[in-house]
Each structure stands twice: as structure tokens, then as C-alpha cells.
């Protein structure tokens, strides 16, 4: 009677196994050994899959019998004090939840494909391209290097302007960039977004120093002028912000100034033929400070994709 | 289980534990059924805590005032440094009701400095009227002299005669914060922060080169464009629209930065660019509506932010 008892039990537990299971995401949550128990998280214990005390061949560091705790220590603290009283009086404490830092970068390279676009030269426009490979020294400083190819399309605007005002106005076409550079991460932060999704960011400013290759486009002396590109020293400042939408993939948008000495076309054209085709007076004297603001837009991604903390003990 | 039945004397028979570690696993089981899977029950100091509690609500209720400095961007002959206040109602915390306003000061761009000298002192039209400079120019450049009666002496500078200038803005909008958060700067300083995206009209007062050449709307003749250098104003009605990122420093102060676009057509430069031929690409001798062109006019602005009342809301 009583084992037709205990069937009668494991039976309808057999039963109610499937009803317990379809509420559970597939390769999710297994049951424990009990099989039966929902997953009940105590903040104030260790995590299951840590033993709640050592092992007793296991010496302790936490205090006790076994040595190690701060009376053990520094045993004069403890003289004369009621532990039993100091446990039982007040506390006004504030407690944080410290979220772990969702995308971190410490040690990682990032990988950034971005599309430009000049945008301080109403003359010629000058879209493009680039690739920036940062590697991460700490979380919030990276060394790199970046290159930019660009086109160039001269504006209607610079086609207006010379017509109506009967100027030549000197422009230049730009060919190809490349920087090393130094990046901070001075603020990050995380915004809900209709109250529904969290996405992480961060602000970061960039300098370097690289190259610039440029050339003048003729326009006072089309006819004998040719020019070839020719590289000059350029200084990079900038500054972007990264929107995270995982943690190794983000939106970069950006803008940077790159700073260089342009030489210009000669707006004077020498008498005679044979001097107008000699090429040292093509250019005009000295050099043109020149300020190539680009806004900058692309993916970064973070590599290696996953990381593990390192959590203090 | 097993060691706590066993440390019971009524639960040493093995039948009767058996028995009762059934009944337990089989009243769990179905316990659990009835359950949600995703639900985690805490029993810590965070058990039954809401998400986010005293969350700060800077806008819901609140009136705020931002006195503004903006400057426009990628300008061609002028750009414009604009004071200004916006003035917003937040009936909600994602919603707001507001205008804002400012007046321009124009400053030439370089491009419109190096046409001045080039393109007008350089070559002294007053005493060269007919090189072939100043005849293929007269109706674009200006030059010192009188203009037709009625209307003020020119100065001959492109800023005085011709240029393009927007001199005021009015533009009630509508502004969403679909964006809240927090940023924190040299990882010591952390601050509330939003993310505002705002539409709305703008209208804006615009100060152009009078129409010149042709006929008006009335049939009557325009004084000549080379005879006629001066500058009118008149209203662009356009929509305006952009982001902002606030920072609320404290309770009822904050600042920010504001990008804005207000797109219409204008003519930036009093030039004759249109007006005849194939899509009407050539110039025709008149400075009219035919020569606005259509421009992207963007604006970046600096702001700070006072809330009133002072005092901040805030969920329990």
C-alpha cells in the first residue's frame, strides 16, 4: 500500500516535470539536482556554484579559528572592544550597485571604417574614406595611426564666384592622409532610450601628426600648369563620440581638423612663354595655413570581441 | 534535504523519508509550474527595489530658461554670432513647449575680405570704369557712389551694399528627450544627462540686396543693377529642426550644446547667378528671387540652463 503510495507521487511529479519546463528558454536554466526548485538568488550568499564554507583540509582566510582576520592581524584593535554592541548599534549606510564597465578597452584594439567629408572648403568638396587601428594602452588612452584617400569635386559655388566677381580663387585637390596618433576618453556614460533600451557612449579627443599629400588645380594658367601631388607635415586635432551597440561593436561619428602649410597656385603669370611653363613659377611665395575640417562617420569594431575582468578579491 | 529529514528521529524510517521527499519534490515541481521562468527572486537588500529609485525628473513641471550663443557654421560670405534665450515648458519630462530667439551680428568670412581688396580696391573702378575688370563686374561688385533716390549712399564694401545677413530669429518648437543618462567625465565628475531632438518653425529676418534690373511685380522698372547697391530686408519662413545634449550640473542649472538647421533659400552674396538660359543656370542682368539659392543653413549654440521652480521632482 504504501509503495503504490509513492508511486502514485512520482508519478504525478512526472507529470508536472513538462508543465515546469515549457516556460524555460531553450539551453537555458537547468534544473538542479532536486529538479525541481526555482532558481532563488541571495544576494548575501555565495554563488551555487561556490562552496558556502572551505573545505576542511582547506585552511580559511576569512577570520576564525583558522587565522587571517583582522584581529589576527593587528590584534591591539581588538582589545577591549564588544563585538557583540558594535554589531548591534545603528548604521546609516548608502549602497551603490556598481555596474562593471559594459564595453571595456583596456588591451584591445579597435578597428575603425569611416566615410568623410570636408566640410570648411566651399570650393572643392573633397569626400572619402579611411581606416583607423587604435590599440587601447589603459581604458582610456590609445595610441594608433589612421589613413584617409579622398576625391575632389570643385563646387558650382567656386564656379559662381569666379564668374560673377572675375577672380581666380586658389583651390587644391587632395589625394591621401596618414596620421599616428594619441586618443583620450575623458567622459563616458549610458542614456535610456524611451525608457526601454540602454546604450552605452563615450567622447574622446584625438591628436596626431602624419602627412598630407595635396596639389594646386590650375585655375590662373590652366593652360601651361600641371601639377603633381606632393606630400607636406600635417597636426591632427579632433574629437568623436563612440555609441556602443554591443560590446565590441559601436558608431563612431567624428570630427577632426587637419592642420597644414599649403602651397597655393601663383595667382601671376610671368611674360613670356618659356617662363610661364618654368615650373618654379608656378607657385606663390611662401605657404597658405590651412585648416581641413572633416566630419568622419563609421563603425568601430573592438577586437578580441569578448574579454574576461579581472574582479578584485 | 536528506540531511536535514535525517537529523529528525520521525523521519528515520526510510520508507517515511522516501515518502515525504516524494510528496516535497512532486509539490515543488508543481509549485514551479505556475511560475515565470524569468522571474528572480531576490532576498537580498535590493529584494522588492524598484529600477531606478529617487530617478531626478529635470524637465516634468518645470519652466527652463537658456540664454544661448550661436554660430552659424560652413557660412560662405558672413557668418553670424547670435545671443539669444530659449524658453521651454515641460508639461512632461519627455515633452517641452518652447521658442527661442536671437539677434545676428554679422562678420565677414575671409573669402569676402580677399574680394573686397581683390576684387573692389585693387582695381579702382572710380578711376578705371571701363577696364574690362570693372565692366564685367558692375552689376556683382560694388563701388562708392549714389544710389537711385531714395535709397542710402553705397559705402562700397560688400558688408555695407550686398551681402547676404540674417539679422533676427524667432522659432517656437517643440522638443522630445527620448534620451536620459548619465556621463561621467575624467571618471570623478558624474552628471545627469539627456539627449533633446526639437522641431519647429523659424522665422527669420534676412537683410539681402534689393531687387535691381527688370521689371517689378507691378510692371515697373528696377533701376539698373550696376546704378543700385543697397540692401532690404524681408522675413524667410523656414522649419527648423536639431539635437541638443544637456548637462544639469545641479538641481535647476545646467548647460549644453545645440546643433540646429534651418534650411531656406537666400542670396548669401547680392550676385547675379540666375536667371536665364537652361534651368536658368546663366546670369540675366537682374538681381531678383531668381538668384536665391537654396542653402542648409546650420547654426551651433552654447548654452546654459536655469530650471524654475528650483526645486527638483523626483520618483519615490
Same mark, same amino acid.
Given at each position: 500500500?504504501?509503495?503504490?503510495?509513492?508511486?502514485?507521487?512520482?508519478?504525478?511529479?512526472?507529470?508536472?516535470?513538462?508543465?515546469?519546463?515549457?516556460?524555460?528558454?531553450?539551453?537555458?536554466?537547468?534544473?538542479?539536482?532536486?529538479?525541481?526548485?526555482?532558481?532563488?538568488?541571495?544576494?548575501?550568499?555565495?554563488?551555487?556554484?561556490?562552496?558556502?564554507?572551505?573545505?576542511?583540509?582547506?585552511?580559511?582566510?576569512?577570520?576564525?579559528?583558522?587565522?587571517?582576520?583582522?584581529?589576527?592581524?593587528?590584534?591591539?584593535?581588538?582589545?577591549?572592544?564588544?563585538?557583540?554592541?558594535?554589531?548591534?548599534?545603528?548604521?546609516?549606510?548608502?549602497?551603490?550597485?556598481?555596474?562593471?564597465?559594459?564595453?571595456?578597452?583596456?588591451?584591445?584594439?579597435?578597428?575603425?571604417?569611416?566615410?568623410?567629408?570636408?566640410?570648411?572648403?566651399?570650393?572643392?568638396?573633397?569626400?572619402?574614406?579611411?581606416?583607423?587601428?587604435?590599440?587601447?594602452?589603459?581604458?582610456?588612452?590609445?595610441?594608433?595611426?589612421?589613413?584617409?584617400?579622398?576625391?575632389?569635386?570643385?563646387?558650382?559655388?567656386?564656379?559662381?564666384?569666379?564668374?560673377?566677381?572675375?577672380?581666380?580663387?586658389?583651390?587644391?585637390?587632395?589625394?591621401?592622409?596618414?596620421?599616428?596618433?594619441?586618443?583620450?576618453?575623458?567622459?563616458?556614460?549610458?542614456?535610456?532610450?524611451?525608457?526601454?533600451?540602454?546604450?552605452?557612449?563615450?567622447?574622446?579627443?584625438?591628436?596626431?601628426?602624419?602627412?598630407?599629400?595635396?596639389?594646386?588645380?590650375?585655375?590662373?594658367?590652366?593652360?601651361?600648369?600641371?601639377?603633381?601631388?606632393?606630400?607636406?607635415?600635417?597636426?591632427?586635432?579632433?574629437?568623436?563620440?563612440?555609441?556602443?551597440?554591443?560590446?565590441?561593436?559601436?558608431?563612431?561619428?567624428?570630427?577632426?581638423?587637419?592642420?597644414?602649410?599649403?602651397?597655393?597656385?601663383?595667382?601671376?603669370?610671368?611674360?613670356?612663354?618659356?617662363?610661364?611653363?618654368?615650373?618654379?613659377?608656378?607657385?606663390?611665395?611662401?605657404?597658405?595655413?590651412?585648416?581641413?575640417?572633416?566630419?568622419?562617420?563609421?563603425?568601430?569594431?573592438?577586437?578580441?570581441?569578448?574579454?574576461?575582468?579581472?574582479?578584485?578579491? | 534535504?536528506?540531511?536535514?529529514?535525517?537529523?529528525?528521529?520521525?523521519?528515520?524510517?526510510?520508507?517515511?523519508?522516501?515518502?515525504?521527499?516524494?510528496?516535497?519534490?512532486?509539490?515543488?515541481?508543481?509549485?514551479?509550474?505556475?511560475?515565470?521562468?524569468?522571474?528572480?527572486?531576490?532576498?537580498?537588500?535590493?529584494?522588492?527595489?524598484?529600477?531606478?529609485?529617487?530617478?531626478?525628473?529635470?524637465?516634468?513641471?518645470?519652466?527652463?530658461?537658456?540664454?544661448?550663443?550661436?554660430?552659424?557654421?560652413?557660412?560662405?560670405?558672413?557668418?553670424?554670432?547670435?545671443?539669444?534665450?530659449?524658453?521651454?515648458?515641460?508639461?512632461?519630462?519627455?515633452?517641452?513647449?518652447?521658442?527661442?530667439?536671437?539677434?545676428?551680428?554679422?562678420?565677414?568670412?575671409?573669402?569676402?575680405?580677399?574680394?573686397?581688396?581683390?576684387?573692389?580696391?585693387?582695381?579702382?573702378?572710380?578711376?578705371?570704369?571701363?577696364?574690362?575688370?570693372?565692366?564685367?563686374?558692375?552689376?556683382?561688385?560694388?563701388?562708392?557712389?549714389?544710389?537711385?533716390?531714395?535709397?542710402?549712399?553705397?559705402?562700397?564694401?560688400?558688408?555695407?551694399?550686398?551681402?547676404?545677413?540674417?539679422?533676427?530669429?524667432?522659432?517656437?518648437?517643440?522638443?522630445?528627450?527620448?534620451?536620459?543618462?548619465?556621463?561621467?567625465?575624467?571618471?570623478?565628475?558624474?552628471?545627469?544627462?539627456?539627449?533633446?531632438?526639437?522641431?519647429?518653425?523659424?522665422?527669420?529676418?534676412?537683410?539681402?540686396?534689393?531687387?535691381?534690373?527688370? !521689371?517689378?511685380?507691378?510692371?515697373?522698372?528696377?533701376?539698373?543693377?550696376?546704378?543700385?547697391?543697397?540692401?532690404?530686408?524681408?522675413?524667410?519662413?523656414?522649419?527648423?529642426?536639431?539635437?541638443?545634449?544637456?548637462?544639469?550640473?545641479?538641481?535647476?542649472?545646467?548647460?549644453?550644446?545645440?546643433?540646429?538647421?534651418?534650411?531656406?533659400?537666400?542670396?548669401?552674396?547680392?550676385?547675379?547667378?540666375?536667371?536665364?538660359?537652361?534651368?536658368?543656370?546663366?546670369?540675366?542682368?537682374?538681381?531678383?528671387?531668381?538668384?536665391?539659392?537654396?542653402?542648409?543653413?546650420?547654426?551651433?549654440?552654447?548654452?546654459? !540652463?536655469?530650471?524654475?521652480? !528650483?526645486?527638483?521632482?523626483? !520618483?519615490?
Amino acid at each position: 500500500m504504501r509503495k503504490a503510495r509513492v508511486g502514485l507521487l512520482v508519478a504525478a511529479a512526472l507529470i508536472a516535470v513538462p508543465l515546469a519546463a515549457s516556460a524555460q528558454p531553450k539551453g537555458t536554466a537547468k534544473p538542479d539536482k532536486a529538479g525541481t526548485q526555482p532558481k532563488e538568488v541571495n544576494l548575501d550568499e555565495p554563488a551555487a556554484d561556490q562552496p558556502a564554507t572551505p573545505p576542511d583540509d582547506t585552511p580559511s582566510d576569512t577570520g576564525g579559528d583558522q587565522g587571517g582576520g583582522i584581529c589576527d592581524i593587528t590584534p591591539e584593535v581588538c582589545q577591549n572592544q564588544d563585538f557583540d554592541k558594535l554589531a548591534q548599534r545603528p548604521l546609516n549606510v548608502e549602497m551603490y550597485a556598481v555596474q562593471q564597465i559594459y564595453a571595456l578597452r583596456y588591451h584591445r584594439f579597435e578597428v575603425n571604417a569611416y566615410g568623410l567629408q570636408t566640410l570648411n572648403d566651399q570650393f572643392v568638396s573633397h569626400p572619402g574614406g579611411g581606416v583607423a587601428v587604435n590599440w587601447y594602452i589603459s581604458n582610456v588612452l590609445a595610441v594608433g595611426v589612421n589613413g584617409n584617400v579622398y576625391g575632389n569635386a570643385v563646387s558650382s559655388f567656386n564656379f559662381q564666384t569666379s564668374r560673377s566677381a572675375r577672380v581666380g580663387l586658389p583651390i587644391t585637390e587632395y589625394q591621401w592622409n596618414a596620421n599616428v596618433n594619441f586618443s583620450y576618453v575623458p567622459a563616458y556614460g549610458k542614456f535610456a532610450g524611451f525608457g526601454d533600451f540602454i546604450f552605452h557612449y563615450d567622447f574622446y579627443v584625438i591628436g596626431g601628426v602624419g602627412a598630407i599629400s595635396t596639389r594646386p588645380i590650375a585655375v590662373v594658367d590652366p593652360d601651361n600648369r600641371v601639377f603633381e601631388f606632393e606630400p607636406k607635415i600635417n597636426f591632427r586635432l579632433g574629437g568623436g563620440i563612440r555609441i556602443f551597440f554591443n560590446r565590441w561593436l559601436a558608431a563612431v561619428l567624428e570630427v577632426s581638423d587637419y592642420i597644414f602649410f599649403d602651397k597655393l597656385e601663383n595667382p601671376q603669370i610671368p611674360a613670356g612663354f618659356a617662363e610661364a611653363q618654368n615650373k618654379d613659377t608656378w607657385l606663390a611665395e611662401g605657404t597658405s595655413f590651412t585648416n581641413n575640417v572633416q566630419a568622419q562617420g563609421g563603425l568601430s569594431f573592438f577586437l578580441p570581441p569578448t574579454w574576461e575582468y579581472r574582479l578584485p578579491k | 534535504m536528506g540531511t536535514f529529514l535525517s537529523r529528525l528521529p520521525r523521519f528515520r524510517s526510510s520508507r517515511a523519508r522516501t515518502l515525504v521527499a516524494a510528496a516535497a519534490a512532486t509539490v515543488a515541481v508543481v509549485s514551479a509550474s505556475t511560475a515565470d521562468a524569468q522571474e528572480i527572486l531576490l532576498t537580498g537588500p535590493l529584494a522588492g527595489a524598484p529600477a531606478v529609485r529617487k530617478l531626478r525628473l529635470h524637465r516634468e513641471g518645470r519652466i527652463e530658461l537658456a540664454p544661448t550663443v550661436s554660430f552659424t557654421l560652413l557660412d560662405e560670405y558672413q557668418r553670424h554670432i547670435i545671443p539669444g534665450l530659449r524658453v521651454t515648458y515641460h508639461p512632461l519630462d519627455w515633452l517641452g513647449f518652447g521658442v527661442w530667439g536671437g539677434y545676428g551680428f554679422g562678420i565677414q568670412t575671409n573669402l569676402a575680405d580677399e574680394l573686397q581688396k581683390v576684387g573692389i580696391e585693387d582695381r579702382r573702378c572710380a578711376d578705371n570704369p571701363s577696364s574690362i575688370g570693372c565692366f564685367l563686374t558692375e552689376v556683382n561688385l560694388t563701388r562708392a557712389g549714389n544710389n537711385p533716390p531714395g535709397d542710402p549712399a553705397r559705402t562700397g564694401t560688400l558688408g555695407g551694399d550686398q551681402l547676404g545677413a540674417m539679422t533676427w530669429f524667432v522659432a517656437p518648437e517643440v522638443t522630445a528627450v527620448p534620451f536620459r543618462g548619465k556621463i561621467a567625465l575624467f571618471a570623478s565628475v558624474f552628471a545627469d544627462a539627456d539627449i533633446a531632438f526639437f522641431a519647429g518653425p523659424a522665422f527669420v529676418g534676412l537683410r539681402e540686396r534689393k531687387a535691381c534690373g527688370g !521689371t517689378d511685380d507691378n510692371g515697373a522698372a528696377r533701376p539698373a543693377c550696376a546704378d543700385s547697391f543697397s540692401l532690404t530686408d524681408r522675413v524667410a519662413i523656414a522649419p527648423t529642426f536639431g539635437l541638443r545634449l544637456n548637462f544639469y550640473a545641479t538641481d535647476f542649472v545646467g548647460f549644453g550644446a545645440e546643433f540646429r538647421g534651418f534650411p531656406f533659400s537666400w542670396n548669401t552674396a547680392g550676385f547675379d547667378n540666375h536667371g536665364t538660359g537652361q534651368d536658368n543656370a546663366f546670369p540675366d542682368q537682374k538681381v531678383d528671387g531668381a538668384d536665391s539659392e537654396f542653402k542648409f543653413n546650420t547654426a551651433m549654440s552654447v548654452y546654459a !540652463t536655469i530650471a524654475i521652480p !528650483t526645486k527638483i521632482k523626483t !520618483t519615490e
